[in-house]
């Protein structure tokens, strides 16, 4: 019983993050700052409803898979995050100063 | 049951993120919008396949993953490289 309930938990804290990294992407006003609200929480966020499911399924060969895609997503969310803003500063997006009153 | 409810969240997200993208007012927004897109997605791949019980869905969410991160880094060199798709007000030497 404890196992369901602690993938429910994970799947739910997965799921939240989510939300809030989509909110964050809604929220923030440059595109700098939405890149970091992206990056942290897609990866953290897939970890939570990969781990809840795996929790799920036990140690079979779908939890081995599972286990695969969260350590492509958990090597790549990063650089594609450094690529995207590397070349935004390359393409010359200026970023947002702040306005010192 | 539970999966629904977390299926629906992440479908949130992924129109919450698909808004930011048709919206998002520089290139590289739109761009981030659809990384994150994939990523969701990749989820509800996965979540997908847990709900309805067959496993082998999961090496579609990883193939998706893959395509994912490739078409994010091909855009960028795209942009980087291809004279039309540079940020707009920066004049080509």
Same mark, same amino acid.
């Given at each position: 019983?404890?196992?369901?309930?602690?993938?429910?938990?994970?799947?739910?804290?997965?799921?939240?993050?989510?939300?809030?990294?989509?909110?964050?992407?809604?929220?923030?006003?440059?595109?700098?700052?939405?890149?970091?609200?992206?990056?942290?929480?897609?990866?953290?966020?897939?970890?939570?409803?990969?781990?809840?499911?795996?929790?799920?399924?036990?140690?079979?060969?779908?939890?081995?898979?599972?286990?695969?895609?969260?350590?492509?997503?958990?090597?790549?969310?990063?650089?594609?995050?450094?690529?995207?803003?590397?070349?935004?500063?390359?393409?010359?997006?200026?970023?947002?100063?702040?306005?010192?009153? | 049951?539970?999966?629904?409810?977390?299926?629906? $969240? &992440?479908? *949130?997200?992924? @129109?919450?993120?698909?808004?930011?993208? =048709? /919206?998002?007012?520089? %290139?590289?927004?739109?761009? +981030?919008?659809?990384?994150?897109?994939?990523?969701?997605?990749?989820? $509800? &791949?996965? *979540?997908?396949? @847990?709900?309805?019980?067959?496993?082998? =869905? /999961?090496?579609?969410? %990883?193939?998706?993953?893959? +395509?994912?991160?490739?078409?994010?880094?091909?855009?960028?060199?795209?942009?980087?490289?291809?004279?039309?798709?540079?940020?707009?007000?920066?004049?080509?030497?």
């Amino acid at each position: 019983m404890m196992w369901e309930g602690l993938s429910a938990l994970l799947l739910f804290a997965g799921a939240l993050l989510g939300l809030a990294g989509a909110m964050g992407l809604h929220r923030f006003p440059d595109f700098y700052t939405r890149l970091h609200a992206l990056g942290m929480t897609d990866s953290l966020c897939a970890f939570l409803v990969l781990a809840g499911l795996a929790l799920q399924e036990g140690l079979t060969l779908a939890s081995l898979k599972l286990g695969l895609i969260f350590g492509f997503l958990f090597f790549t969310n990063p650089t594609s995050s450094y690529a995207l803003g590397h070349a935004a500063r390359q393409a010359g997006l200026p970023p947002m100063e702040t306005k010192h009153d | 049951m539970l999966l629904i409810v977390v299926i629906a $969240l &992440i479908l *949130l997200t992924l @129109a919450l993120a698909l808004a930011r993208a =048709l /919206l998002g007012p520089s %290139l590289f927004d739109r761009i +981030l919008a659809v990384n994150m897109a994939g990523t969701k997605s990749v989820l $509800l &791949i996965a *979540l997908f396949a @847990a709900w309805s019980g067959r496993m082998d =869905l /999961l090496d579609i969410a %990883l193939l998706y993953s893959l +395509l994912n991160f490739l078409a994010v880094v091909a855009a960028l060199r795209l942009i980087e490289r291809g004279k039309h798709f540079a940020y707009l007000d920066k004049e080509e030497q």
